[in-house]
């Protein structure tokens, strides 16, 4: 069964950094783009990054850019998020994907999903 696993949610003061990591086991998610979505309380799910499979090509939301990175390691089939700057704006549910990469920039069509990961910034 695939699935994909995040870790290193958390708690962080405004100004922070805080880095996601997400596993994938159970089938091989090596020639899939990988990609992050996040929910706020009240708010749709909205896209925040991805990168192709190859790790050549990243592409950032805009309230992100600058301040967020997205790497992957496919030698052991990980995404990474590494989050700076952190603003109490972040705070959401942080939710690692992997599919075709056109799927990416909208939620609706993403088909794997891990389970999510809560990420608080206090001001």
């Known amino acids: 069964q695939a699935q994909l696993v995040e870790s290193g949610g958390g708690l962080v003061q405004a100004g922070g950094s805080l880095r996601l990591s997400c596993a994938a086991s159970?089938?091989?998610?090596?020639?899939?783009?990988k990609g992050w979505f996040r929910q706020a309380p009240g708010k749709e799910r909205e896209f925040v990054a991805a990168?192709?499979?190859?790790?050549?090509?990243?592409y950032y939301a805009d309230s992100v850019k600058g301040r967020f990175t997205i790497s992957r390691d496919n030698t052991k089939n990980t995404v990474y998020l590494q989050m700076n700057s952190l603003k109490p704006e972040d705070t959401a549910v942080y939710y690692c994907?992997?599919?075709?990469?056109?799927?990416?920039?909208?939620?609706?069509?993403?088909?794997?999903w891990g389970q999510g990961t809560q990420v608080t910034v206090s001001s």
């Open positions: 159970g089938r091989s998610f090596m020639s899939d783009a």
């Open positions: 990168i192709s499979w190859s790790g050549s090509n990243a």
């Open positions: 994907t992997a599919d075709e990469l056109f799927r990416l920039v909208n939620a609706a069509g993403v088909r794997y």
